[in-house]
Antibody, heavy 125, light 108 residues
Framework: QITLKESGPTLVKPTQTLTLSCTFSGFSLRTRGVGVGWIRQPPGKALEWLALIYWDDDKRYSPSLRSRLTITKDTSKNQVVLTMTNMGPVDRATYYC?????????????????WGQGTMLTVSS | SSELTQDPAVSVASGQTVRITCQGDSLRNYYANWYQQKPGQAPVLVIYGKNNRPSGIPDRFSASSSGNTASLTITGAQAEDEADYYCHSRDSSASHLVFGGGTRLTVL
C-alpha cells in the first residue's frame, strides 16, 4: 500500500520560513519514473503546483514561486522536504504532497496518482 | 493565472452525460490528467494519459482531446460524482506542471 503524509507547523508568522515534510511508504524515490511533488490549495480556491523532485534528483519549481522554494529528498528516510521562505498571509492553504508516476517508460503519461491527506497552514502574527 | 482554463461550474441531471473541458496551448503536445476532489478530501486521480482510468475508477469516466482542448466525460452521472474536477498537465515550456482552475460539477 502506498501512502504519503505531510507534516509541519499549522501556524507560521509572516516573514518566517516554512518547512514541510512528506514521509512516504510503499515506493522508493530511487525508482526510475517516480517523483514527489508539492501542491497547495488556498481555502475555496484551485490547486496550485509548487515543486517536484524526481528519482534522479532533478528538481522543478513553479516559476512564480521559484525564488522562495527549495525541495530536497532523503531516500534513506523516504522523505521529501519543502522549504518556503518569506511566508505571508496569501500562503494560507492546505499543502499536499503527492507521488508523480510515469505510466509509460517514456514519461509521456505521468500523473500524481497517490496524494497525502494534506496539512492546513495559517500565516499570522 | 493558470495556463489551463476550465469553466468554473457545470451542472448535469442525474443519469445524463456531461463534458468538462480544459483548454491550453500545452495540450496540443501533452496529455491532460484529471482529478476529482470532494469537499474536505484530497484530490483523486480519475483519468491519466490519453484515456486511462486508475484501478477503482468507474468506466463512466472517460477522456478525449482535440487541438488545445482536453475533455473529461462522465456518461450517466451519479450523485456521488458531484465534486470539483481539475485538469493537470505540463506548461508550454514542458518544464513545469500546471493545474487548471477547476470545474465544480453539480448533479441535479
Amino acid at each position: 500500500q502506498i501512502t504519503l503524509k505531510e507534516s509541519g507547523p499549522t501556524l507560521v508568522k509572516p516573514t518566517q520560513t516554512l518547512t514541510l515534510s512528506c514521509t512516504f511508504s510503499g515506493f522508493s524515490l530511487r525508482t526510475r519514473g517516480v517523483g514527489v511533488g508539492w501542491i497547495r490549495q488556498p481555502p475555496g480556491k484551485a490547486l496550485e503546483w509548487l515543486a517536484l523532485i524526481y528519482w534522479d534528483d532533478d528538481k522543478r519549481y513553479s516559476p512564480s514561486l521559484r525564488s522562495r522554494l527549495t525541495i530536497t529528498k532523503d531516500t534513506s528516510k523516504n522523505q521529501v522536504v519543502l522549504t518556503m521562505t518569506n511566508m505571508g498571509p496569501v500562503d494560507r492553504a492546505t499543502y499536499y504532497c503527492a507521488r508523480l508516476y510515469y505510466f509509460d517508460s517514456g514519461g509521456h503519461s505521468r500523473a500524481f496518482d497517490i496524494w497525502g491527506q494534506g496539512t492546513m497552514l495559517t500565516v499570522s502574527s | 493565472s493558470s495556463e489551463l482554463t476550465q469553466d468554473p461550474a457545470v451542472s448535469v441531471a442525474s443519469g445524463q452525460t456531461v463534458r468538462i473541458t480544459c483548454q491550453g496551448d500545452s495540450l496540443r503536445n501533452y496529455y491532460a490528467n484529471w482529478y476529482q476532489q470532494k469537499p474536505g478530501q484530497a484530490p483523486v486521480l480519475v483519468i491519466y494519459g490519453k484515456n486511462n482510468r486508475p484501478s477503482g475508477i468507474p468506466d463512466r469516466f472517460s477522456a478525449s482531446s482535440s487541438g488545445n482542448t482536453a475533455s473529461l466525460t462522465i456518461t450517466g452521472a451519479q450523485a456521488e460524482d458531484e465534486a470539483d474536477y481539475y485538469c493537470h498537465s505540463r506548461d508550454s515550456s514542458a518544464s513545469h506542471l500546471v493545474f487548471g482552475g477547476g470545474t465544480r460539477l453539480t448533479v441535479l
